[in-house]
């Protein structure tokens, strides 16, 4: 299935773009994580980081349907 | 409503405050966050806000109702700067009535605090010796 994914802050930089698309088997976040993450040489730890599919905080395991939008957020610096 | 805001723009502290007005209210707080020259330890000579904006509005405004909520406000609206701002610069905007000064304190503080917890916003420092770095607390 075809996945958008948007990249913010360290991992945009880490990625040296702020968005793409993929071809991924990946069932949940969790698992397209570990595949882009290993592509893109991410350290961050998912365990620090959030996820959001179609503009909404979800859970890691959450199943992912063709057509998807994922962001993985980092740790939040504003104020 | 559009209470929690993102700006490109310079924030106006005194217009934003104007939306805070209420009949009932009789206290009114409001907080400002403004950019430092210095973090640990280093000489900071301007940030760069990023933000996740569709879901950094839609965090934001549920902080906002749920402060209205938990401490009986008047009326409580945010706004934080993205992009490029220099030393002074007013980043974040924060400012609620109610009708007593303790619960318009207890709610300022509380939005502030759960807006640099929650909305995704990030902060890129450079620094004066002309490295830069992305915060993730």
């Given at each position: 299935m075809r996945i958008r994914l948007l990249y913010f802050a360290s991992l945009a930089d880490c990625a040296g773009r702020a968005s793409e698309d993929v071809e991924s088997a990946a069932v949940h976040p969790s698992a397209l994580y570990a595949e882009v993450g290993k592509r893109h040489g991410f350290a961050m730890d998912a365990t620090r980081l959030r996820v959001a599919v179609n503009g909404k905080l979800v859970d890691w395991l959450q199943p992912l349907a063709d057509g998807d939008e994922v962001v993985f957020l980092p740790p939040v610096s504003g104020g | 409503m559009n209470r929690f805001r993102l700006s490109a723009g310079a924030i106006d502290g005194d217009l934003e405050k104007r939306a805070l007005t209420a009949e009932?209210?009789?206290?009114?707080?409001?907080?400002?966050?403004?950019?430092?020259?210095?973090?640990?330890?280093?000489?900071?000579?301007?940030?760069?806000?990023?933000?996740?904006?569709?879901?950094?509005?839609?965090?934001?405004?549920?902080?906002?109702?749920?402060?209205?909520?938990?401490?009986?406000?008047?009326?409580?609206?945010?706004?934080?700067?993205?992009?490029?701002?220099?030393?002074g610069e007013l980043a974040v905007w924060v400012g609620v009535s109610a009708g007593h000064r303790d619960a318009a304190f207890a709610a300022c503080r509380w939005i502030i605090d759960e807006i640099k917890q929650h909305v995704p916003i990030w902060k890129n420092e450079h620094y004066a010796d002309g490295e830069s770095g992305w915060l993730h607390p």
């Open positions: - | 009932s209210a009789g206290a009114c707080v409001c907080f400002e966050g403004w950019v430092r020259n210095a973090n640990d330890g280093r000489d900071v000579r301007r940030l760069d806000y990023q933000a996740f904006e569709s879901l950094a509005l839609s965090e934001g405004e549920r902080i906002l109702v749920e402060a209205k909520q938990r401490f009986g406000l008047c009326a409580a609206s945010a706004v934080h700067r993205i992009g490029s701002l220099g030393v």
